[in-house]
């Protein structure tokens, strides 16, 4: 339950850090969408034995760390919760790509742990590219942006849905758990005979909550149709930030060797 | 003027909701809509909104509800939900008021213009930063009001509103229900809350429209016990 507490809490926080007021929250959301866009499509592009290449773009989540005032104990965590995957995803590859890529002293470093590195290294640019645009960007301008850039309207319906709803299905978790607490001789963790019924429960009830969420929305004038277009022009700092970061990207990608 | 003709809402499974109701509130007039758990005045309100599709005719000022029309009706009627927490939904008191404005595509100028202006009308300026989560029943209906006076509608629809709120709060509620100027429809099973704020009572049962009158009615208790309440 002190998870489900604190997983309301934190919720929030990249939407407040999105109300900031830096260099990079200032930028038009169009182009910190396309920036992020370009580091993700560049650094997914390596190779698998590319970790020294792909090292380049660590430029990318250092800088607008720095500019956007972001502090790392807030994204770091959200990184960690992919670690697991791609730990696992790489894990296997140092299993079976035994032969030795290069020594460091007498110690022989594999292909299959290069490939890990690489993994881990494209994991963390990445997420870190989509974290940051979130957390400088709010979500409202993010959807506007989707639906600029021809996104359908069900998946921004989607995106909009959930990210709204989700604090509500937790504060319903929150809720359904204190009374199973109260009624199950204060024990702290659901028992498993008990989670289908749970989880089911759950389920209907939050189904009938997002639907009535959703006319609540349309009531007030949501429409996937009419979702707001942001009037805001691109300056030439928007400009520069996108060409700047593209031509960084491509060096990184086309032109450096090692 | 707001008319509702003949209006019908069946359920998937055959069940009438609203059954033939026709009625007409005026700008200013406060409406109670009474009647039993089951009655249809949930449904009536919805399907006021299109959000229930319904058969017969429902205009506001002379625009009919229609595909068409939807999102004109939408702003110019505001429903104020039974539940609070379903319709405060953004992380913050101020993105929740502001999210009617910015739908509609008004300007951040405008939007913010509003928000400020109906916030501070409310008394709920200083919740402008809160999490809709940390509010109390009586503080969540304000905001819930203010999320919807965001559009200027011209009519307002309460769905119980003084439901979970203690009686301070039902009386902060009245007050403020009567400061408002436009024309209200409100379903309520609080008889004296709805003395207090209403001119006229429409009971319905089974989705028909059992008495239209002045709310004295209301006072009759035999009356309101041979019409099942």
């Not at chain 1, 742990?113 to 881990?120: E, F, H, Q, W």
């Not at chain 1, 709204?164 to 299905?169: A, D, E, F, H, T």
């Given at each position: 339950?002190a ?5 309301l809490?934190?919720l929030?926080?990249?939407?407040g ?19 992020a866009?370009?580091?993700i ?11 020294a ?8 989540p250092?800088?607008m760390?720095?500019l956007a005032?972001l ?17 696992f995803a790489?894990?296997?590859n140092?299993a079976m790509e035994r032969t030795?890529?290069?020594y460091?002293?007498s110690i022989?470093?594999t292909?299959g ?8 290294l494209?994991m963390y640019i990445?997420?870190?590219a989509a ?5 400088t960007t ?8 989707l ?7 069900s ?6 849905i959930t990210y ?6 937790l504060?319903?978790?929150?809720s359904?758990?204190?009374?199973y607490?109260l009624r199950s001789?204060d ?8 989670m289908?019924?749970f ?15 959703y006319a609540?929305?349309?009531?007030r ?17 928007d400009i ?5 970061t593209?031509?960084?990207a ?7 060797f090692? | 003027?707001l008319?509702?003709?003949?209006l ?5 499974n ?15 007039e406060n ?8 009655a249809?005045?949930?449904s ?9 599709v319904s058969e017969?005719?429902i205009?506001?000022g002379g ?7 939807l ?15 379903d ?5 913050t008191i101020?993105?929740?008021?502001s999210?009617g ?6 300007s ?7 928000t400020?202006r109906?916030l501070?009308?409310?008394g709920?300026m ?7 989560l940390k509010?109390?029943?009586g503080e969540?209906r304000?905001?819930a ?8 509608p011209e009519?307002?629809?309460f ?9 301070r709060a039902?009386r ?5 229900i ?5 024309g ?5 099973h609080?008889?004296?809350?709805a003395q ?12 028909k429209i059992?008495a239209?009158?002045?709310i004295?009615?209301?006072?009759d ?5 041979g019409?099942?309440?």
């Open positions: 339950m998870d489900l507490v604190s997983s809490k934190d929030r926080v990249l939407e850090l999105a109300a900031k007021n830096s260099v990079i929250h200032r930028l038009h959301p169009f182009a910190k969408l396309s920036m866009l370009s580091i499509c560049f650094s997914a592009s390596f190779g698998r034995y590319s970790f290449q792909l090292s380049l773009y660590l430029f990318y250092f800088i760390m720095a005032e502090p790392y104990s807030v994204l770091l965590p959200r990184l960690a919760a992919a670690l697991p995957f791609c730990l790489g894990i296997a140092v030795p890529a290069f460091i002293g022989a470093i292909f742990t290069v490939s890990l590195m690489t993994i881990m494209k990445c997420v870190m974290l940051i645009m979130v957390a709010p979500i409202s301008d993010l959807s506007a942006q639906r600029r850039l021809h996104v359908p309207g998946f921004v319906l989607v995106f909009e709204r709803y989700i604090g509500l299905l504060e319903q978790a929150l359904m758990a204190t009374a607490r001789g024990r702290k963790a659901l028992l498993m005979r008990d289908p019924s989880l089911g429960q759950m389920l209907l009830s939050g189904f009938d909550r997002a639907e009535r969420v609540a929305m349309q009531c004038g949501y429409a996937i149709d009419h979702i707001r277009q942001s009037k805001k022009k691109l300056k030439t700092a520069a930030a996108i060409g700047l593209l031509a960084l491509a060096c990184g990608r086309f032109f450096i090692w | 003027m008319t509702i003709k003949n019908r809402v069946e359920y998937p055959g069940k009438k909701a609203v059954n033939g109701v026709s009625f007409e509130l005026s700008p200013g409406i109670a809509l009474i009647g039993a758990n089951g249809g005045k949930t009536l309100l919805l399907a006021l909104v299109g959000i229930l017969g005719e205009s506001v625009t009919v509800l229609e595909k068409k029309t999102r004109e009706i939408r702003s110019r009627l505001g429903l104020v939900f039974q539940s609070p927490d319709q405060l939904f953004m992380p101020y993105d929740d008021v999210f404005p910015r739908s509609y595509g008004y951040e100028e405008e939007t913010a213009a509003r400020n109906i501070t009308d409310l709920i200083h919740l402008s930063g809160s999490s809709p509010l109390s029943g969540k304000l905001c009001i203010a999320a919807v006076l965001a559009t200027e009519f307002l629809l769905d119980e509103p003084t439901a979970f709120l203690d009686p039902r902060q509620l009245a007050s403020t009567l400061s408002l100027p436009q209200k429809i409100i379903a309520t609080d008889l004296d809350f207090k704020v209403c001119s006229r009572a429409i009971v319905l049962y089974e989705g059992l239209n009158g002045d004295g009615l209301l006072s208790e035999q009356s309101l016990i019409m099942g309440l």
